[in-house]
Each structure stands twice: as C-alpha cells, then as structure tokens.
C-alpha cells in the first residue's frame, strides 16, 4: 500500500510513541495528584510537552496552551467558548465557506441559536475575500474564525493581515492550524487563539491543543464540567502518554519543517510536471504559489475521481466527489472555489508527508497517468476531445 492521504491523517512517527510508551504502565499517576511522586513525574512530563507545543507556535508563555482531545474540541471550545462568554458583546461570528466541518458546523450550530454568522467567500484561488471580511467586521462582531491552511486544496491564508483587521475592529481573531503547524512556520503575533491536532503531525490521535494568547485577556465558557483542569477551561484528566506524544511531535515537526518542505517541494514539483506533460484538461485546485507542497488537489477532466481511485487499490488518496463523502453534493470546498461541478466530482486529493519516497512519487503519478488515460479511452464523454 502506498500511502498518499497525509491531510486525512499521519501515521505516528515511532520516534513519537517511543516516548509515549513509558506513560502508560510506568509512569502512570493521574498528573492532576501532587501527593505523590508518580503524579508529579506525570506533570512534569505534561509540563514538558506543553513547552513543546507553545515552542513551535513560537510563544514562550506555557499558560497558553490547553490541551484537548483534539482539533475538532479544541476549534469547538474557541468558537463556543468565546461566542457563549461574550454574548453581550455582539452576535456576529465571521468564518469562511472553506473551515473544516468542525468549524463550520459549529459556527452554524450558533447561527441555530441566534447568532449572525457569516461566511466569507473566497476568491477562485481559495484564499479568503479580504474585502468582503473587512466589510463584514462590524461593532457587534465578536470573533473571527479563518483557517491558516486548507485541508483539500492546501492554500494558505493571509494570517497576520485578518488578524490585524480583526484587531483593528476589536474582533477577537481564531485559527484552526491543525494543517498548517510544522509545514510552515507559524506564530500567534495576530492570532488570539489557534487550533492544534496530534495526528496531523505524526504525533497520537485523540489529542491536541488550543492557544489561548494571554495578553488578551480572553475567558472562555467551558464545554463541558469537572474537575477544573487546564485552568478550568477543559475539565477532565489529562491523557498523559498523548500529551507527551504531541510535544514530541512538535519538537520533531520544528526541527524538520525546514528541510521537509524543500523535500516536499521537490516532489510536488516532479509529480506536477508528470501529470502535465502526460495528460492533457487537467486542473490544479487552489492558488498555484500560496500553498502547502505536500497537498495537492487536481480535477481531470472526462473522468471521475472515484474511477480514478479504483483503478489504483495500492494507493491511499481521498477524492472531492460524492460517493466518498457519503453525500450527493460534490466537496464544498471545491464548490466554494467555483469549479465546473463535474471537474469537481473528477478531483483527487494527493497527500505527501514525512514518509513519501522519489519511487513512490513517481509511481503514483504513472499509475494515475495509466488509469486517467484508459478510463478517457472508454468515455463516451471524452471521445472526440
Ligand atoms: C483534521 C483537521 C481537523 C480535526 O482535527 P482532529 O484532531 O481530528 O479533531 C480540524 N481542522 C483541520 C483543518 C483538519 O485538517
């Protein structure tokens, strides 16, 4: 099996549960019990996974950080959390059409609830409608909720400069980073909040982390009730092994990033000459430059992306289309950036990360080029193209 479908998730880096390990039959105090020598190794070791985390995102304040169960609970606490304790504030809550289902359902949950939501276009290229997002922050906007890169087109956003325009108007300013950290660097300068997940990052599922910037000064009502833990903003006791997982990663992915990307590049760059010089009316989703090199989206015109995918059951991509997603409407990602419907139900999401080789790049690429040509050879569709 090749394995092309980094964004959906990453295996975990054995480096990564090497560390782990001791925490689960060894050292396995509750890290909340400061009575005993076992819980404070515990905490200890939290501790140090938590500097890990506020290091990649370039803060050295660790009273930043609060752990959660993953991206999903911890976009879900910065967008309820902050809609539920400012609600004397205003009602309108900003996001953009491409967030993450975890955002954009949330945000839709609030609207159920009376809120103002809403949602930013973005330009054919995937990146955000500035304009329209200024236009949009009013005196009764609480927050803004923009992801930092996308996970089907992997375009990035103009970060610092919402963040600047949300402050500028008062508007508290969250990113879910969970596709951006340890691909790019990332830092909170303009961000008061930003999302974390593990196994983005070759770290564990079922963990990740929320920043909360301390200058602002931010409270957030709590999801759920308990034992006020991560200064009672996420009750519950902390996964000791996952915490120390995802610091380890972070340490990883930061020391990496760098030398990963040009390796990433260089892929990117080899396999998108490949598909181009072999095969014509294909499309790159999303901005050709301010993108991540380890997601590429591409629409092949005649043919539709589940075909694609059975014609190659060696190889683990994810397609936009919508048998895959379970639904009849094509990715509403690809929607939002206004392709043709039917280039959208022929798109494929090829994923490289840490464990991609050259071999297997160019294998993909011939394999997608082979199945792409003999589906279009038996496509009434195609003839005469
Ligand atoms: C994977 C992902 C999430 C969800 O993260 P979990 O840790 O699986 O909850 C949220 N946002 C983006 C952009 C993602 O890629």
Redesign the pocket.
């Known amino acids: 099996m090749i394995y092309m479908d980094y964004?959906?998730?990453t295996p975990c880096d054995p480096r990564v549960l090497k560390e782990m390990l001791p925490y689960f039959c060894e050292i396995y105090g509750n890290p909340h019990s400061s009575t005993h020598a076992m819980g404070e190794e515990a905490a200890t070791a939290i501790e140090k996974a938590r500097k890990q985390v506020a290091n990649i995102i370039g803060t050295v304040d660790t009273k930043e950080i609060i752990f959660?169960?993953?991206?999903?609970?911890?976009?879900n606490l910065a967008i309820q959390g902050i809609a539920k304790f400012y609600k004397e504030r205003g009602n309108r809550i900003i996001t953009s059409e491409i967030?993450?289902?975890?955002?954009k359902e949330t945000c839709r949950a609030l609207a159920r609830e009376g809120f103002d939501v809403v949602f930013v276009p973005v330009s054919d290229n995937g990146i955000i409608d500035l304009d329209f997002l200024s236009k949009s922050l009013t005196d009764k906007t609480i927050l803004a909720s923009i992801?930092?890169?996308?996970?089907e087109i992997g375009t990035i956003q103009p970060i610092d400069e919402i963040g600047k325009l949300c402050r500028e108007h008062g508007v508290i300013f969250h990113t879910?980073?969970?596709?951006?950290i340890g691909k790019i660097p990332v830092n909170t300068e303009n961000v008061d909040l930003m999302?974390?997940?593990?196994?983005?990052i070759y770290g564990p599922?079922?963990?990740?982390a929320l920043y909360i910037k301390g200058k602002s000064r931010l409270r957030l009502a709590p999801l759920f009730h308990g034992g006020k833990q991560e200064r009672g903003m996420r009750s519950g006791t902390l996964p000791t092994p996952l915490c120390v997982g995802l610091g380890i990663a972070c340490e990883i992915a930061q020391k990496e990033m760098k030398e990963e990307f040009e390796r990433l590049l260089k892929f990117k760059n080899y396999f998108l000459k490949k598909i181009f010089d072999n095969l014509p009316k294909v499309y790159l989703n999303g901005d050709k430059e301010k993108r991540i090199p380890g997601c590429i989206n591409l629409s092949f015109d005649g043919v539709e992306g589940e075909g694609i995918m059975l014609g190659m059951n060696d190889i683990c991509v994810s397609s936009g289309s919508a048998c895959s997603s379970q639904t009849l409407e094509p990715s509403y990602v690809l929607q939002a950036i206004s392709i043709r419907e039917d280039l959208a139900h022929s798109s494929l999401r090829i994923g490289f990360g840490r464990f991609t080789t050259m071999e297997e790049v160019d294998y993909v690429a011939s394999k997608i080029i082979e199945v792409v040509n003999r589906l279009r050879s038996m496509s009434p569709i195609w003839e005469g193209q």
């Open positions: 964004q959906a998730t959660t169960s993953g991206a999903t609970e911890a976009n967030e993450h289902p975890c955002v992801m930092t890169v996308n996970n879910d980073a969970a596709q951006a999302s974390i997940s593990g196994h983005k599922k079922g963990i990740g």
